[in-house]
């Protein structure tokens, strides 16, 4: 089984930036495709972003498309997310998660990490 702990959340200012990191640990890490997903109070967990083993392919909702970028590094066992111009509706609780296939929807997940919040405010 692989353990997922993210890091770098925060409170930022409409427009600003964050970089959110997902550390894995467990199992062959290049092996398998992360995704992050978010969930607002009230509201049903989305994806934001899937890469896959070797970090050729990615996914991006039309929401974060342009603004959001996932990366690994998979020496270090870490994904990365990268997010620019940050609007207040991305306000949630960011998770971190592993797949055995490219997968976007968030029920296919079964290792997740504890999330990290990020608040923007307008």
């Known amino acids: 089984q692989v353990q997922l702990v993210e890091s770098g959340g925060g409170l930022v200012q409409a427009g600003g930036s964050l970089r959110l990191s997902c550390a894995a640990s467990?199992?062959?890490?290049?092996?398998?495709?992360m995704a992050w997903f978010r969930q607002a109070p009230g509201k049903e967990r989305s994806v934001v972003a899937v890469?896959?083993?070797?970090?050729?392919?990615?996914y991006y909702p039309d929401s974060v498309k342009g603004r959001f970028t996932i990366s690994r590094d998979n020496a270090k066992n870490t994904v990365y997310l990268q997010m620019n111009s940050l609007k207040p509706e991305d306000t949630a609780l960011y998770y971190c998660?592993?797949?055995?296939?490219?997968?976007?929807?968030?029920?296919?997940?079964?290792?997740w990490g504890q999330g990290t919040q990020v608040t923007v405010s307008s």
């Open positions: 890469i896959d083993g070797a970090g050729a392919r990615t």
């Open positions: 998660a592993a797949n055995y296939v490219f997968m976007t929807d968030w029920r296919t997940y079964t290792a």
């Open positions: 467990g199992r062959t890490f290049s092996n398998y495709p």
